[in-house]
């Protein structure tokens, strides 16, 4: 099977501008999450999408959004970019089930560097 | 709240000497207990996890890790480290909806 891919692996923005951040899940993972690893605080909980709906955020501002589409397939949004969002953005899938166990492995694609000057 | 504890943010080690990456961790639930390894440029790569079966569990690599409930730990061990093994290795618990990190230990590995 395929990995999890995301794209860009790299971006270049400025402040104040938005950003759109792609993950294929691998197939037939339902579950999808991001996360966002930085040097100061490491790798924090952004969301988890799962059938198209939002599950579980974590303690981001509102301008950190995501969406999932039908094929499992996800993004993320970030709008009014700040120096602070600067970031490797990690998206991974779980072949979590509905109503099923929280605890399965998830599988991390490569990531995305968002750099933001 | 469930979450680790990783001690040693820089851990050195001579090539064929062990390894021994330390992670402790906080739950009041029995945790779900992951060790994953990223290297340069890259995601993170599922090395082992404990689920509740075997205290002892073996990963790639030649990876293992011991659940201890006593030390409240569940350190990461290699007999005889490859200069390959250089990266940043994270501990990780599970919650009902994400992963809980802890802030990632690099491993250098000299020749």
């Known amino acids: 099977k395929a990995g999890v891919t995301q794209t860009p692996r790299y971006l270049i923005k400025t402040r104040g501008q938005q950003v759109t951040l792609s993950c294929s899940p691998i197939?037939?993972?339902?579950?999808v999450s991001w996360y966002q690893q930085t040097p100061g605080q490491g790798l924090q909980f952004l969301f988890e999408?799962?059938?198209?709906?939002?599950?579980n955020k974590g303690n981001f501002p509102g301008r950190f959004s995501g969406r999932q589409f039908s094929n499992s397939r996800s993004e993320m949004n970030v709008s009014t970019l700040e120096l602070g969002d600067s970031a490797l953005y990690l998206c991974a899938s779980s072949p979590r089930v509905a109503g099923g166990s929280h605890y399965n492995e998830q599988f991390f694609g490569p990531g995305t560097r968002l750099t933001v000057l | 709240a469930q979450s680790v504890t990783q001690l040693g943010s820089h851990v050195s080690v001579s090539e064929g000497a062990l390894v021994l990456l330390r992670c402790n961790y906080s739950s009041s639930v029995p945790p779900y207990l992951f060790w994953y390894v990223q290297y340069p440029n890259q995601g993170l790569q599922l090395l082992l996890k404990y689920t509740s079966a075997a205290t002892l569990v073996k990963g790639i690599n030649g990876f293992e890790a011991e659940f201890k409930k006593s030390e409240t730990s569940f350190h990461l061990t290699k007999p005889s480290a490859h200069m390959s093994d250089a990266a940043e290795y994270f501990c990780a618990v599970s919650t009902p909806y994400a992963l809980n990190f802890g802030k990632g230990t690099s491993l250098l590995v000299t020749p």
């Open positions: 197939s037939g993972h339902r579950s």
């Open positions: 999408y799962f059938s198209e709906t939002q599950r």
